[in-house]
């Protein structure tokens, strides 16, 4: 009986010093941020005093919401914040306001127009441009394979104006793309929008612009996956070379099928493991790197089956977000 009340009074000790650290996602639909949040609760477990809030807004392009979550979590007193800017400017504000309250931020995913060390304590994420330039590569060299002769004609579908990530992604691959004398980059400021359903209706009139074109880009798992269906309509799926970034099983599905040729992919968990190590660490007084890379990989349907490409592509989120009890 005493060993009893000696672990229950451990274990309220314990609650009672438990940091609460809310994760604010831009959105909380695509399998990117089941990741982002599978990679939270790991660190959880393993820190063992902290507690985590994972709340963000259903659609990316909601910033009112995802500015509203942040004046909430501030009000509400959390210890520490980590946050995926949906806008690189709507959400400076609230960040500096956070900072007021004496709440350590940790900026994750997408950046923001703040200054690391000022308005927030690290900044963790993909090298974006990096990855957009990766896609390019993939992409010259997969045509110059397939085609004889001509300078072949390349699209890209961007995402959204504000997203700081997607722009850097957009940005790293245009710039590859103009400066190789194989290619021609045409009609590249169209954008899909923030849903598969907006970014499908993009890329259906994308494509119906430009019917002769010989490849195509995008930027997120939402504008891949409309691509892809509207490929599909087309009859275009595996005759166009087509380069996506982010997983989901449909798109690994059909990248086995030589519908994409490849997949530009983040390692979400380890981004919001890391993430939520941060802001414990800022809350202990520990130094935290102002930057924290996550790394990107490219993998295509001959290295898709490694064990280290299917742990990217195909985590078994369902475990992993099991004990939250959803």
Known sequence: MEAARQALQAKAASSATSKRIAVVPKGTTHEYWKSIHAGALKAQRELGNVTITFRGPEKEDDR?????????????????????????RALLLPVQQAGAAKIPIIIMDSGLQGQVGKDFASFVATDNEKGGSMAAARMSQTLKSSTAGGKPKVLILRYVEGSASTALREKGFV????????????????????????????????LAANPDI?????????????????????????????????????????????????????????MGYLAVKAAADALAGKPVEPRIDTGVVLITKENMNTPESKELLSPDLKTLLGETGK
């Open 214 to 270: 010989a490849a195509v880009f995008c930027p997120n798992e939402s504008t891949t996956f409309g691509m892809m269906l509207a490929l599909k309509a087309r009859g275009m799926a595996g005759k166009v070379t087509f380069i996506g970034f982010d997983s989901s099983p449909e798109l690994v599905e059909a990248m086995a099928k030589d519908e994409i040729q490849g997949l530009v992919v983040q390692n979400p968990i380890r």
């Open 175 to 206: 710039d590859a793309i103009v400066k190789d004398p194989s290619l021609t980059l045409v009609d590249p400021k169209r954008y899909g929008g923030v849903t598969r359903a907006t970014a499908q209706e993009a890329a259906e009139n994308l």
């Open 64 to 88: 009112e919401q995802q500015v509203a979550l942040m004046e909430n979590l501030i009000s509400a007193k959390y210890d520490a914040i980590v946050l995926a800017p949906l806008d690189d």
